[in-house]
């Protein structure tokens, strides 16, 4: 939810959000406003990746929830050398959200199918006392 709300604020209220850096300074904002176009498009999707991290390690799936957390990272990696190189610093800004659709596209089927095999089973774990 924060994540769109973000989204919503920078696109609604950029110039406010970069004459806060930019000093007024016309060339800069104008960069700044392509940045946080580009840049940001996909921002809400940052929330379901962590959630679905999240998910994984409560229905004790460590290394679903290890490859979604560390994933992001890893996606991003070509994107970065790859659209510098064909597109500029827009490949730079672009960078991010296009490894969180990639991602997403990729965890979200797994979240689904975990959430079709038995939506109604409960994982519990034994509670031990600290103090005997």
């Known amino acids: 939810m924060s994540g769109l709300s973000w989204t919503l604020l920078l696109n609604l209220f950029p110039h406010f959000f970069i004459g806060l850096f930019s000093q007024g300074e016309p060339e800069i904002s104008a960069k700044a406003m392509t940045g946080i176009q580009l840049h940001l498009f996909a921002m809400c999707l940052d929330g379901f990746i962590a959630l ?26 070509p994107f970065l050398y790859f659209l510098p190189k064909m597109m500029g610093v827009e490949g730079v800004w ?6 969180n659709l990639v991602l997403f596209m990729i965890v979200a089927p797994l979240v689904w199918r975990e959430l079709k095999k038995s939506p109604t089973t409960v994982v519990t774990a034994e509670v031990k006392p600290l103090i005997a």
Do not use: E
């Open 94 to 99: 672009l960078a991010m959200p296009i490894s």
């Open 52 to 77: 679905a991290s999240v998910f994984f390690m409560s229905i004790n799936q460590p290394t679903k929830a290890i490859m979604t957390s560390m994933g992001n990272m890893l996606i991003q990696i």
